[in-house]
């Protein structure tokens, strides 16, 4: 539950999509995407502070980080009745058909996420560079022989398969690579 409350305490991570190390010299901006912001909330919750640069680039690239965790998730199919079921503090990530993480956020409910650069990824919009959240049943869930897949928003050519990551996994893998 504390990760919930990390990523809703939380939910500006830099200014105008990037964001800054205030004491780091000389300072460097790091995008605000989707993956960082969920490593940048797993850091904060595991050692109970933001990160800095240097730990930033530490942990190297985000979306390495976030793909490595696929491995520890479950595989989850659409709901045959209501809407999808998420642990509160679980990472949700969407694959791509090559194994790649292409977008991650944190369930901040059993029916809700939180997370960035959502544009597109939920019927209901999103937002790019900034915060948003959505309830599960705002996900793009295919049909037929894609009907446990998700795709984006005006995108039928790409399917996503979803991955719920506890978030004491999640946590491990961001505290390994702070640790180096």
């Known amino acids: 539950m504390a990760m919930v409350q990390t990523v809703t305490g939380h939910t500006v991570i830099g200014n105008g999509g990037g964001w800054t190390d205030p004491n780091a010299n000389p300072p460097a901006r790091i995008a605000t995407a989707c993956h960082f912001a969920t490593v940048f909330w797993l850091f904060w919750d595991e050692f109970h502070r933001p990160p800095t640069q240097a730990e930033v ?18 595989r989850k199919d659409s709901a045959l009745v209501g809407s999808l079921n998420l642990a509160a503090g679980a990472i949700l990530i969407f694959v791509d058909q090559g194994g790649i993480a292409r977008h991650s956020c944190v369930a901040i409910a059993a029916q809700r996420v939180g997370g960035y650069n959502q544009l597109g990824w939920w019927s209901a ?31 039928e050519q790409q399917w996503y398969k979803l991955y719920e990551v506890p978030e004491s996994y999640a946590k491990m893998i961001v505290r390994g690579a702070a640790q180096g």
């Open 57 to 74: 680039l530490q942990m190297g690239n985000a979306q390495i980080l976030v793909t490595s965790m696929i491995a520890h998730g479950t």
């Open 125 to 155: 919009g999103g937002a790019d560079h900034a915060y948003s959240t959505h309830t599960t049943n705002q996900l793009l869930w295919g049909y037929l022989g894609n009907r446990n897949k998700v795709h984006k928003f005006r995108d």
